[in-house]
């Protein structure tokens, strides 16, 4: 099993940008492949991108593609979310989420259904 906290979460105002980070712990970080989602308020948990994982492929949502950046350091356990020219509509709450690969097949998961183990999430709000 692995354990997932996220963090950098907070308030920026529209057109900033913030750096989310998850730190995984209890497992071989390398043997999971990662995503981030995220809530909006009042909505369904969406997916945001997904990396593979060796940190090779990438996938992102239509409504972040450009924008954001996932990435990964396996040295340090840890997967990122780089996200630029943020707007209102980005506010929710992130999470991320870790698939534990049975292969070494390289996939990026996109779905919920596809993740194994969640982070408590971290809330973003962006001011207009």
């Known amino acids: 099993q692995v354990q997932l906290v996220e963090s950098g979460g907070g308030l920026v105002q529209a057109g900033g940008s913030l750096r989310l980070s998850c730190a995984a712990s209890g497992r071989t970080f390398s043997n999971y492949a990662m995503g981030w989602f995220r809530q909006p308020p009042g909505k369904e948990r969406e997916f945001v991108a997904g990396i593979s994982w060796g940190g090779g492929s990438t996938y992102y949502s239509d409504s972040v593609k450009g924008r954001f950046t996932i990435s990964r350091d396996n040295a340090k356990n840890t997967v990122y979310l780089q996200m630029n020219s943020l707007g209102p509509a980005d506010t929710a709450v992130y999470y991320c989420?870790?698939?534990?690969?049975?292969?070494?097949?390289?996939?990026?998961?996109?779905?919920?259904?596809?993740?194994?183990?969640w982070g408590q999430g971290t809330q973003v709000t962006v001011s207009s």
């Open positions: 989420a870790a698939h534990l690969i049975t292969s070494l097949t390289v996939v990026v998961l996109t779905t919920v259904a596809d993740y194994d183990y």
